[in-house]
Nanobody, 133 residues
Framework: QVQLVESGGGLVQPGGSLRLSCAAS????????MGWYRQAPGKECELVAA????????NYADSVKGRFTISRDNAKNTVYLQMNSLKPEDTAVYYC??????????????????????????WGQGTQVTVSS
């Protein structure tokens, strides 16, 4: 079955960097678009970034443009999120997501699903990112 395992979260000071990774298995990774969502306590689920395959087109939330970079390595079945110039408002649980169609990342998702599968794709368990001094 589809399995997405995130890693790389942690505590970082404002202005610092983190790199999240998501190892995928159970499906043909190169045929799927991949995305990163995040959800902070009391807030809605937010699409942070998404990447198409093939082609590698990307899109980002306005709040992270110029600071975050999504990339993928289809040979390693892994998607990454490089996060630079982190701010306290970036604090959230970050979720890896897989969908068959890149265009579906334009559909609003009100609630991030930890480890779920459904209309909003397949989800990892999430990794906590805390930005604090």
């Amino acid at each position: 079955q589809v399995q997405l395992v995130e890693s790389g979260g942690g505590l970082v000071q404002p202005g610092g960097s983190l790199r999240l990774s998501c190892a995928a298995s159970g499906f043909t990774f190169s045929n799927y678009a991949m995305g990163w969502y995040r959800q902070a306590p009391g807030k809605e689920c937010e699409l942070v970034a998404a990447i198409r395959s093939p082609g590698g087109s990307t899109n980002y939330a306005d709040s992270v443009k110029g600071r975050f970079t999504i990339s993928r390595d289809n040979a390693k079945n892994t998607v990454y999120l490089q996060m630079n110039s982190l701010k306290p408002e970036d604090t959230a649980v970050y979720y890896c997501n897989a969908r068959p169609r890149y265009s579906d990342y334009h559909i609003f998702v009100p609630l991030c699903l930890s480890g779920g599968n459904g209309l909003s794709g397949s989800w990892g368990q999430g990794t906590q990112v805390t930005v604090s001094s």
